[in-house]
């Protein structure tokens, strides 16, 4: 969505931008009911926290409560509201919870460059850097895991007190000639034509695996599905289709060799997206520190169709 300047029937103007209409419905309204009211809008503007990169790109964040930092990385092509289910539980369990949304996704600045798992993963050591997080807790989901491993890998675990990786992309989702129980080239080819092609309508269609929705029985949720399309939706194509690579053809595994904080590996064995064969058995054998949890029949996005069975496991585990 561009920039739009629009002009009220007394000739007054205001301005109504890309961010601020992400921002949600509340500012919107408030705009159109004061036209021209300055103010409002920056008032808005600075309620939505940001730290600046390098190289200049803006990165959004929640930062709420008190306590340990809990620091959620999210999937692809998602959003920081990916975690509702959890920031909202954590702040109300004591600690202090922080998402953000990866450059190019959600409110973040939509970067042509830089949608690449190090440039995450320095994105990253910068929100940490900029908070001054100390003895935090990172939980990276799906694409986000692999953020997390990557930071890891790259900027040390003085920082850091443990890791959860939630059907988490590591260490390498590829199918190759030494990684023969990974996913075909083909596969990730079909995701970039979708995303190239018709985004909005292979977006509705990606939630249906992701949730789990095709297995018998399933009780699906249109709302959760319209959730996740909303938050994809509000990312940048370019990010989007840049990530699939990033995603699919980074290799892990020497990330994961250095780490040596206990590590709770996550993942469904009903996982549609990420095969679980192909990313939590042979990830828990490359961590120093590793504690394996399977999840008969959940599917990859069951920190949002199981909550509760989800988020009492982290719980657990942070308490330990």
């Not at 440039?119 to 908070?131: I, M």
């Not at 993942?267 to 990313?279: E, K, L, N, R, T």
Request: aromatic share 10%.
């Amino acid at each position: 969505m561009n920039d739009v300047t629009r002009t009220t029937g007394r000739d007054e103007t205001f301005h109504v931008s890309r961010r601020h209409v992400l921002a949600g419905s509340a500012g919107m309204l408030a705009a159109i009911a004061l036209p021209g009211t300055a103010t409002a809008l920056q008032q808005e503007r600075n309620d939505m926290k940001t730290i600046t990169t390098k190289d200049g790109t803006s990165i959004y964040y929640k930062d709420w409560g008190r306590g340990q930092p809990v620091v959620f990385s999210h999937g692809w092509p998602l959003t920081a509201d990916d975690w509702d289910a959890q920031v909202l539980f954590f702040g109300q369990h004591g600690y202090r919870v922080i998402a953000h949304d990866r450059r190019g996704h959600g409110r973040s600045s939509q970067t042509w460059d830089g949608n690449d798992m190090n440039t995450y993963a320095d994105d990253l050591a910068v929100l940490f850097e900029g908070l001054d997080l100390k003895n935090a807790i990172m939980v990276g989901h799906s694409t986000g895991g692999g953020e997390v491993v990557r930071y890891l890998g790259r900027h040390g675990s003085k920082r850091i007190a443990k890791a959860v990786l939630l059907g988490a992309v590591t260490p390498l989702m590829l199918k190759t000639e030494k990684n023969l129980g990974g996913v075909p080239i083909e596969v990730f080819d079909n995701i970039r034509a979708g995303v190239a092609g018709d985004r909005p309508q292979f977006f509705k269609e990606f939630t249906i695996p992701f949730y789990g929705y095709n297995r018998p029985g399933a009780k699906v949720s249109e709302g959760i599905r319209e959730h996740w399309w909303l938050q994809g939706m509000s990312g940048s194509v370019k990010a989007h289709y840049d990530c699939i690579e990033a995603f699919s053809e980074t290799d892990f595994t020497e990330d994961l060799k250095k780490i040596d904080i206990p590590v709770l590996v996550m993942h469904g064995d009903d996982d549609q997206i990420v095969p679980i064969g192909a990313s939590a058995l042979t990830t828990a054998k490359l961590l120093k520190k590793a504690t394996l949890k399977v999840y008969p029949g959940l599917p990859h996005g069951m920190a949002t169709t199981h909550p509760v069975q989800i988020n009492a496991d982290l719980l657990a585990f942070f308490r330990t």
